[in-house]
C-alpha cells in the first residue's frame, strides 16, 4: 500500500530559522509532516512521519559551553515502530460493552488481547502492519465473529458482535426456500431467498444425518443507516479494473445449523436468490468483500422465485470457520456534488479547514425499490470549504419497472483538537429560494445532528449534477449549499462554571528522539469537555528534561463531578520549534479525569477558585509515576490509569 506526501520535494529538507541560546540560526531540517494515505500528491512507498535519513552536527556558543545541534542533510518517510490501537466491543442488539472477548490481528496470531468490563482491549501493532484487519470473537458460542480493517493512523475501532440467531427447524429430507428477513420460513417476507436443497446438510466428519429436523440460524443485519458501522468489514470491492470502489448492500448474513442433540452441522450448495442486479460477496481477509461467481445455468433453473429473482450464488455452512455474506452491487447510481457552510457560534466566523481543523463528512444514501431496500455508504472524508463532497444521487439508468430517488442521510463533524459534531439549519433558517428548494427535497434535520433529505440531483443543487457548478455555489450569496453550525472551544468561556472548586493534573510525554538538541515548545493546546461544552484550557505549564527527552505538562481544569466527569484532550504539536513539532505531530493525551477529594496520584486538589498552590505542587512534583496519562510521540504508546471518556462524549482523538 503507498502513502500520500503532501507535494513532491516533500523529502527535501529546507532550512528553519531555530533560536540557540537566544540567536535565531538557521538550521536545514526536515519538513514537519506525516506521510498520510490517500490524495494526488506524490508517493511515499512508507508510512510514518518525514525524518532526518543523514543528518550533521553544528555547534554553536552558548555562555561557556557549546550546543550541539543535528542538521538534516536529507530525509526520508519513516515508520514509527509501533501504535497503539483500542478496540471496543459492542453488543450488536443492546449497545451494551461485551467483556471477555478475543481480540486478535489477522496474521499476527501473537498480537492479542481479552476485553475488559468495558468491552476494550489495547493493543500495540508493528508498523509492518499498517492496515490491520481486527478480528474479535467470544468464548462459548453465544456470539458470531467479526472483524474490521483499519487504517494506518487510526487509535481506536469499534466491532459489533451478533448472538446466534433464534433457530428456525426445517426437514432436510426436502428442499427449503427460506428469506432473509424477521420470518425466515416466510419466503415472500424478504427480497432475498435461499434455496436448500433436499440433504444438502452432513455431520461435521462427513456423514449423513440422521432422520429429524435440523436447526437452522440466520443472521442477517439489515441495512440501515447504521450497517457500515455494525457489519463486519467495510463496504468495498475490487471492480474490473482492480480499483477499490465502494459497493451498494442489500444486507450481511451468515447461517448455522445444528441437529436435534444440538451437534454442530455443515451443508454446501445453499442457493442465493435476488433481482435488482445485486449480486453474492463473500467477505475476505483483508475486510474487502470478493464478488462471487454466478452458478451454472442448470443451477440457476432451480429458482423459486419468478419474476426478476435468479441465483447469484451459493454458499457453504462450516461450524470451523464462520463465513459473513453479503447481498452487493457495483453503484449505478449518477454522481452529484453538494458543499457544506459551516458557522461557529461562538465566534460567528465561518469553519474553514486549515492547519487544525478539518470537516469530516459522512454520507449514506437509502435505496428502495418494490419493497427491497439497499444502502450505499461513502466512506469520511476531510475536505477544504472550497472542495465539493462527491455523493451518488438518482440512477437515470434503474430498472424502469422500479424508479427510485434515494433518501440520503448525511452528518457533518468539526476536528480540532476534539472531534464536535455539526448541527444542521433548520429549514426557516435558510433564504427563502433555498427553502423552496429544500423542501422540496423533503429536508429535515434528524434528532442524531443528521440531515435527511431525498437525493435528486440539479443543475442548481443541493446535489450538483455539474461538479464545477458545486466549486461556484455560496450559501452567503443564497446558493443551494447545505449549512451547519458548531460550538467550537473557546478561551472566551468560564471553563469552570458554577463549580469553585479547581483541580490540577500531571500529564507526559516522552519523545522518540535521541540527540543533544535543545527542546522547546511555546503553548500545547487543551479542551476539558464537561455538560454540553467544550472549554480551551488556558492555566498552565510545562517542563522539558532533554535527557530523556520529555515534557511534562501542568493544567487547571473543572473538578470532575459524580454523573458529569470531565475529558481533557492536550494537543502537543502546538510549537514554537519546528524540530519538536515534528516529533509530537499528531500527539495528543485524552483521559478523563476522576472525582477526587485530595491530592492523589497524579491528580492535585485545590478546594478554592484559586488553584496557584496546586499548579505548584504539580509543577514541583518529582515522582516520575504520578501522572494521570502517559504516551510517548511519535509512537502511538500509552499509559493511563483513568477510564476512557464516556461515549456520550464529543469524540477523543
Request: hydrophobic share 35%; charged share 15%.
Amino acid at each position: 500500500m503507498a502513502y500520500w506526501l503532501l507535494s513532491a520535494n516533500i523529502l527535501d529538507p529546507v532550512s528553519q530559522p531555530t533560536s540557540i541560546c537566544g540567536l535565531t540560526r538557521q538550521i536545514a531540517q526536515c519538513k514537519s509532516l506525516a506521510c498520510v494515505h490517500d490524495g494526488d500528491f506524490a508517493v511515499c512507498d512508507d508510512a510514518g512521519v518525514v525524518t532526518p535519513s543523514n543528518v550533521t552536527e553544528r555547534k554553536f556558543p552558548c555562555g561557556p559551553v557549546y550546543v550541539k545541534v543535528q542538521e538534516a542533510i536529507s530525509c526520508t518517510c519513516s515508520l514509527s515502530p509501533s501504535r497503539s490501537l483500542t478496540v471496543s466491543v459492542i453488543d450488536g442488539d443492546s449497545g451494551a460493552p461485551v467483556e471477555k472477548a478475543t481480540v486478535k490481528i489477522v496474521g499476527a496470531s501473537a498480537i492479542m488481547g481479552i476485553t475488559d468490563s468495558n468491552g476494550e482491549s489495547v493493543l500495540t501493532i508493528p508498523s509492518s502492519l499498517a492496515s490491520p484487519v481486527v478480528q474479535v470473537s467470544h468464548a462459548g458460542g453465544k456470539y458470531l465473529p467479526s472483524s474490521k480493517p483499519v487504517g494506518p493512523s487510526t487509535g481506536s475501532v469499534s466491532i459489533y458482535l451478533f448472538k446466534v440467531a433464534t433457530p428456525v427447524q426445517i426437514d432436510p429430507a426436502i428442499g427449503n426456500v427460506l428469506s432473509l428477513s424477521d420470518d425466515p420460513l416466510d419466503p415472500a417476507a424478504g427480497v432475498v431467498t435461499l434455496q436448500i436443497s433436499a440433504n444438502a446438510f452432513f455431520t461435521d466428519s462427513g456423514n449423513a444425518l440422521a432422520p429429524g429436523p435440523v436447526d437452522l440460524s440466520v443472521n442477517f443485519v439489515e441495512p440501515d443507516k447504521d450497517i457500515g458501522t455494525k457489519a463486519p468489514g467495510v463496504f468495498q470491492s475490487t471492480d474490473e479494473s482492480g480499483n477499490i470502489v465502494p459497493i451498494e448492500t442489500m444486507g450481511v448474513f451468515t447461517l448455522s445449523a445444528s441437529d436435534a442433540a444440538g451437534n454442530a452441522l455443515s451443508a454446501s450448495g445453499i442457493g442465493v436468490s435476488v433481482g435488482f442486479g445485486f449480486r453474492l460477496f463473500v467477505l475476505r481477509n483483508d475486510g474487502t468483500w470478493q464478488l462471487e461467481p454466478v452458478p451454472s445455468t442448470s443451477r440457476r433453473r432451480r429458482q423459486a422465485t419468478p419474476g426478476l429473482n435468479t441465483i447469484v450464488g451459493e454458499i457453504v455452512i462450516n461450524p470451523d470457520n464462520v463465513t459473513w455474506y453479503n447481498i452487493d452491487k457495483f453503484p449505478e447510481n449518477t454522481p452529484c456534488w453538494f458543499k457544506t457552510y459551516i458557522i461557529d457560534i461562538n465566534s460567528g466566523n465561518e469553519v474553514k479547514d486549515d492547519g487544525l481543523t478539518h470537516k469530516i463528512h459522512n454520507f449514506v444514501a437509502i435505496t428502495e425499490r418494490n419493497g427491497s431496500r439497499s444502502v450505499l455508504q461513502l466512506s469520511d472524508s476531510w475536505y477544504s470549504s472550497q472542495v465539493c463532497f462527491e455523493a451518488r444521487c438518482d440512477n437515470e439508468n434503474d430498472n424502469v419497472l422500479y424508479p427510485s430517488i434515494p433518501i440520503g442521510f448525511i452528518t457533518v463533524d468539526v476536528h480540532r483538537v476534539i472531534q464536535v459534531r455539526a448541527t444542521p439549519l433548520q429549514l426557516s433558517d435558510y433564504q427563502l429560494p433555498v427553502q423552496t428548494r429544500l423542501n422540496a427535497l423533503s429536508y429535515t434535520v434528524e434528532a442524531s445532528d443528521r440531515v435527511r433529505l431525498q437525493l435528486e440531483s440539479s443543475v442548481d443543487g443541493p446535489f450538483f449534477s455539474n461538479k464545477d457548478a458545486c466549486k461556484t455555489a455560496s450559501f452567503t450569496d443564497g446558493g443551494n449549499v447545505l449549512a451547519f453550525t458548531v460550538a467550537m472551544p473557546t478561551s472566551n468561556s468560564n471553563p469552570f462554571g458554577s463549580s469553585t472548586d479547581r483541580c490540577v493534573a500531571r500529564a507526559k510525554v516522552r519523545l522518540n528522539y535521541i540527540g543533544d538538541r535543545p527542546l522547546a515548545i511555546g503553548t500545547f493546546n487543551a479542551v476539558s469537555v464537561w455538560g454540553d461544552g467544550q472549554y480551551y484550557i488556558d492555566k498552565q505549564l510545562y517542563d522539558v528534561d532533554p535527557q530523556t527527552p520529555t515534557l511534562t505538562f501542568c493544567f487547571i481544569y473543572r473538578c470532575s463531578e459524580t454523573g458529569d466527569l470531565t475529558n481533557v484532550t492536550i494537543l502537543v504539536e502546538d510549537s514554537a520549534d519546528p524540530f519538536v513539532y515534528k516529533y509530537t505531530y499528531g500527539c495528543h493525551i485524552n483521559f478523563q479525569a476522576e472525582v477526587i477529594s485530595s491530592t492523589r496520584g497524579g491528580y492535585y486538589f485545590n478546594g478554592v477558585s484559586d488553584a496557584s498552590a496546586a499548579l505548584e505542587q504539580c509543577a514541583a512534583e518529582t515522582n516520575d509515576q504520578k501522572v494521570v496519562a502517559e504516551r510517548r510521540c511519535p509512537i502511538n504508546w500509552r499509559r493511563s490509569n483513568a477510564t476512557t471518556p464516556a461515549t456520550t462524549r464529543p469524540v477523543m482523538f
